[in-house]
């Protein structure tokens, strides 16, 4: 009786080709990404574009009297402004996208109708609550300690991003050792969740401090593990090496791509892409949050701007993770076949990236969440054992 003279979503939608707003949606959409397409292969690639300015800069300078360290410390200032700009703007656009994922797969009205065209500026109202909100720290609370945590949680989230490589000639600082840097800086964030959790003098949040450094610390393993043959077959652990690793293609048409090398390769990727959603605490991994146990984990006593550090660094961390699986296992900006190289480097890096962050955010809304010990279990006895197995397997192809 409740439901009378009401329809199910599968009843409304049982062929959405035939409602026009539907068919005028997909139509705005193709229009936007062959306008995006069509830009990029406009725009090219912007190395030489980069270059250029630095040779403009160099004469301007030059013609100043400037030294040279002004030059290279004025380019620094860009790399990083640019660095910054890609990890604040992202968690911004991925939340926005992630509502609407999340309202076509659960038939959810809200995301699709509020804040003007497609919702987008549901998200800007977001951010300035989260600015407006007031910052409350408990009385109990061990005031430096819960102030530092969010900083410690977010900078080594900004910093992992230098030694990416974006595209031909696009990577702000080109490591040697990135793969080793990357890893190494991203291991910190979790000193800054515990931080979290014992600063805020409350259980819950050390409880999630707690599970989220036992969660975190475990699946870096078979994360660290699976990119080893990766390194095996590049021979390099610089990431702008690896990619130019995976640049040729078998037979004239299938990429060199790491994924593609038989079983090791896609086991690696595998791996990776578990190990990396358990590293950003996502759904199903997200046992440190648990609202449901725990009310939110380790950030619970949290609030306006400091709370949102903490988001932004979860979203960070994804960003990162997508960018490396587009690094590690799929050619980083090299083109899928030969005829489409026309297409800059820079825009198939991003494309791949977009691709693997909607899996991402399709596992929230698909999988429950595992329980605690079934997570650990999960690494222990079955991630942690694969990974290694890998790499014997890797030193068998390159053996043989």
């Known amino acids: 009786m409740i439901l009378k003279g009401r329809a199910w979503p599968t009843e409304l939608w049982d062929d959405p080709w035939k409602l026009p707003r539907y068919r005028r949606g997909a139509r705005m959409l193709a229009g936007l990404s062959l306008g995006a397409l069509a830009a990029a292969v406009g725009v090219g690639e912007l190395g030489p574009w980069l270059k250029f300015a630095d040779a403009e800069l160099a004469f301007a300078s030059a013609a100043l009297g400037l030294p040279d360290e002004a030059v290279d410390a ?144 475990s699946y870096e393993l078979p994360r660290t593990f699976s990119v080893v043959p990766v390194i095996m077959f590049a021979g390099s652990l610089n990431l702008t090496r690896i990619v130019a690793a995976q640049q040729d293609y078998w037979f004239g048409f299938l990429p060199k791509w790491f994924i593609f090398y038989p079983v090791v390769g896609q086991l690696a990727f595998v791996l990776f892409l578990i190990a990396s959603v358990a590293e950003t605490n996502r759904t199903p991994f997200d046992i440190p949050e648990a609202e449901s146990e725990l009310v939110s984990g380790f950030h619970t006593e949290y609030s306006g701007i400091k709370f949102s550090l903490f988001f932004m660094a979860e979203y960070g961390y994804m960003l990162l993770s997508c960018f490396l699986l ?54 222990w006895k079955f991630l942690l054992p694969w990974s290694f197995a890998n790499i014997a397997f890797a030193g068998l192809c390159l053996l043989f």
Request: charged fraction near 10%.
């Open 326 to 379: 587009a690094t590690f296992f799929l050619g980083g900006g090299s083109a899928p076949l030969p005829f489409l190289k026309f297409i800059p480097s820079w825009a198939w890096f991003f494309g791949k990236s977009t691709l693997l962050i909607f899996c991402f955010l399709w596992f929230r809304w698909t999988f429950p969440r595992l329980r605690v010990d079934r997570l650990m279990d999960f690494n």
């Open 74 to 217: 004025a380019w620094i200032l860009v790399k990083v402004a640019a660095v910054v700009a890609v990890f604040v703007a992202a968690p911004v656009v991925i939340v926005w996208w992630e509502r609407k994922i999340s309202a076509h797969m659960q038939s959810r009205f809200g995301p699709m109708r509020t804040g003007g065209f497609h919702g987008w500026l549901q998200t800007v109202a977001d951010g300035i609550k989260l600015l407006l909100k007031e910052n409350i720290t408990p009385a109990q609370a061990d005031s430096w300690v819960h102030r530092l945590a969010p900083a410690v949680a977010l900078v080594p989230a900004l910093v992992c991003f230098a030694p990416v490589s974006f595209g031909q000639a696009l990577c702000a600082a080109d490591i040697d050792i990135g793969t080793l840097y990357v890893f190494a800086m991203a291991g910190v964030s979790v000193m800054g969740i515990m931080m979290a959790g014992w600063g805020s003098g409350n259980k819950y949040s050390l409880l999630g401090g707690l599970r989220s450094a036992a969660q975190l610390v």
